[in-house]
């Protein structure tokens, strides 16, 4: 294949006898000038490189006197495929003369992204899949990220198909299976961030969080919930209902139920898909009326005088 | 396994060993440099700092800069500085200047 001569002395426009410290200062003046990370222009990287590629050779005698005798063939044309400097003295085929040739791609910039092929003709192919900074041929898996799924308590019971955006602007339909935990981890492989150096990309990891609920206590699997119950109904026993996730449910509070009393409805908490499901704890709450009718008050008093029942006589 | 964390708002927060990873830098250099000022850290403690996930590209363009322009590091840290400052001020800059596809 033709491959078209680079005159890496035009580029860096120092003269072909110019000294190592010309040749410095000439790649130290336009790498500021070229540099991506300092000129914006979409044409400052390309030019970069190319001004790289032209230090990398000129900067190391060895590699300078190498392109220097090509350089003498240089102007029988352009295309320097078939020229004895290059297609014989300067291994540009798989038997060539410089398959040893060590470049060295010291750490860190952008210069030595991927030079022309030109240069690898001459002087052999680089090292690939460096890292952005310093380690030449660092290669490793990404780090896995994490980020916080808030969910309902609901959302969490019933599990399904729900739609994140993160910050970055990624979006994923994660499945959230049914029962979910707090603190519990989602894992979606590969999502993590990119390997350094071509490696594999690192996961990224959801970790649950469960939003307070207006009614409901977590606690493991189990669900707490108030019961907030009459005087009457806490000293006669009742059947009275008592939310649920799913609804509502009936639960009998037993004769003679003081405040912090447990009733347990089985079944009721958060479901687990490996085994059964949590229950849910109703704790009795006894409420009085603030205002009472005249009729009320009198039945009130007609039980205090009645009643020998003092909660205090054992303490 | 190495853990990144991310902030209410958002963004990832990474520690020191995760940065350079993906700086492709020496945790050491990345401390040297967190200590000249190229990034600050954004949470954790000051044992254990973390960082924004994007201080790796600060980092690893402060050690381009370096190696490429044949800078210092405190050179280094300068430019990333005011590299950041030129960028802010031509952002304005762009606010005021007329377009000159707008009607005159």
Same mark, same amino acid.
């Given at each position: 294949?033709?491959?078209?001569?680079?005159?890496?002395?035009?580029?860096?426009?120092?003269?072909?006898?110019?000294?190592?410290?010309?040749?410095?200062?000439?790649?130290?003046?336009?790498?500021?000038?070229?540099?991506?990370?300092?000129?914006?222009?979409?044409?400052?990287?390309?030019?970069?490189?190319?001004?790289?590629?032209?230090?990398?050779?000129?900067?190391?005698?060895?590699?300078?006197?190498?392109?220097?005798?090509?350089?003498?063939?240089?102007?029988? %044309? *352009?295309?320097?495929?078939?020229?004895?400097?290059?297609?014989? !003295?300067? #291994? &540009? =085929? /798989?038997? @060539?003369?410089?398959?040893?040739?060590?470049?060295?791609?010291?750490?860190?910039?952008?210069?030595?992204?991927?030079?022309?092929?030109?240069?690898?003709?001459?002087?052999?192919?680089?090292?690939?899949?460096?890292?952005?900074?310093?380690?030449?041929?660092?290669?490793?898996?990404?780090?896995?990220?994490?980020?916080?799924?808030?969910?309902?308590?609901?959302?969490?019971?019933?599990?399904?198909?729900?739609?994140?955006?993160?910050?970055?602007?990624?979006?994923?339909?994660?499945?959230?299976?049914?029962?979910?935990?707090? %603190? *519990?981890?989602?894992?979606?492989?590969?999502?993590?961030?990119? !390997?350094? #150096? &071509? =490696? /594999?990309? @690192?996961?990224?990891?959801?970790?649950?969080?469960?939003?307070?609920?207006?009614?409901?206590?977590?606690?493991?699997?189990?669900?707490?919930?108030?019961?907030p119950v009459t005087p009457?109904e806490a000293t006669?026993?009742?059947?009275?209902?008592?939310?649920?996730?799913?609804?509502?449910?009936?639960?009998?509070?037993?004769?003679?139920s003081s405040c912090?009393?447990?009733?347990?409805?089985?079944?009721?908490?958060?479901?687990?898909?490996?085994?059964?499901?949590?229950?849910?704890?109703?704790?009795v709450e006894i409420e009085v009326?603030?205002?009472?009718?005249?009729?009320?008050?009198?039945?009130?008093?007609?039980?205090? =005088?009645?009643?020998?029942?003092?909660?205090?006589?054992?303490? | 396994?190495?853990?990144?964390?991310?902030?209410?708002?958002?963004?990832?927060?990474?520690?020191?060993?995760?940065?350079?990873?993906?700086?492709?830098?020496?945790?050491?250099?990345?401390?040297?440099?967190?200590?000249?000022?190229?990034?600050?850290?954004?949470?954790?403690?000051?044992?254990?700092?973390?960082?924004?996930?994007?201080?790796?590209?600060?980092?690893?363009?402060?050690?381009?800069?370096?190696?490429?322009?044949?800078?210092?590091?405190?050179?280094?840290?300068?430019?990333?500085?005011?590299?950041?400052?030129?960028?802010?001020?031509?952002?304005?800059?762009?606010?005021?200047?007329?377009?000159?596809?707008?009607?005159?």
């Amino acid at each position: 294949m033709a491959v078209a001569y680079k005159d890496y002395y035009e580029v860096l426009g120092v003269p072909r006898d110019a000294s190592a410290d010309d040749i410095r200062a000439a790649y130290r003046r336009l790498a500021r000038q070229y540099h991506p990370d300092v000129n914006k222009e979409p044409e400052a990287e390309d030019r970069f490189k190319e001004i790289s590629e032209a230090y990398e050779v000129l900067r190391d005698p060895e590699k300078r006197e190498q392109y220097d005798r090509l350089g003498a063939n240089w102007k029988a %044309g *352009q295309d320097v495929s078939g020229t004895s400097g290059f297609g014989g !003295g300067f #291994g &540009g =085929g /798989p038997d @060539g003369g410089f398959r040893d040739v060590r470049v060295d791609f010291g750490g860190g910039g952008f210069g030595g992204g991927d030079f022309s092929d030109f240069f690898e003709g001459i002087f052999g192919g680089r090292g690939r899949g460096r890292a952005s900074g310093g380690f030449e041929g660092f290669s490793s898996r990404g780090s896995d990220q994490e980020t916080t799924l808030e969910l309902s308590l609901e959302e969490a019971a019933r599990g399904g198909r729900r739609r994140i955006t993160l910050a970055d602007g990624r979006d994923y339909e994660v499945n959230i299976p049914p029962g979910v935990r707090d %603190g *519990q981890r989602i894992r979606l492989a590969g999502e993590g961030a990119r !390997g350094p #150096g &071509g =490696g /594999p990309p @690192g996961d990224l990891m959801l970790r649950v969080r469960l939003r307070p609920h207006p009614q409901f206590d977590v606690d493991g699997r189990d669900l707490e919930v108030e019961l907030p119950v009459t005087p009457w109904e806490a000293t006669l026993g009742a059947t009275v209902e008592v939310p649920t996730l799913n609804g509502t449910a009936r639960v009998r509070v037993p004769p003679g139920s003081s405040c912090g009393r447990r009733l347990r409805l089985r079944g009721e908490g958060l479901p687990d898909p490996g085994g059964s499901p949590g229950d849910l704890y109703a704790t009795v709450e006894i409420e009085v009326p603030k205002q009472l009718s005249d009729e009320e008050r009198e039945l009130w008093e007609r039980l205090a =005088g009645t009643s020998s029942f003092d909660p205090r006589r054992n303490r | 396994m190495a853990l990144t964390q991310v902030h209410t708002t958002g963004t990832v927060m990474v520690g020191i060993e995760v940065v350079a990873r993906e700086a492709g830098l020496h945790p050491d250099l990345v401390r040297r440099l967190v200590r000249m000022g190229v990034v600050d850290r954004s949470g954790g403690t000051r044992a254990t700092p973390l960082f924004r996930n994007d201080a790796a590209g600060e980092l690893a363009k402060a050690a381009r800069l370096r190696h490429d322009l044949g800078l210092n590091y405190a050179g280094a840290v300068l430019a990333c500085q005011l590299l950041a400052r030129i960028d802010q001020l031509e952002t304005r800059l762009r606010r005021y200047e007329p377009r000159n596809d707008r009607p005159r």
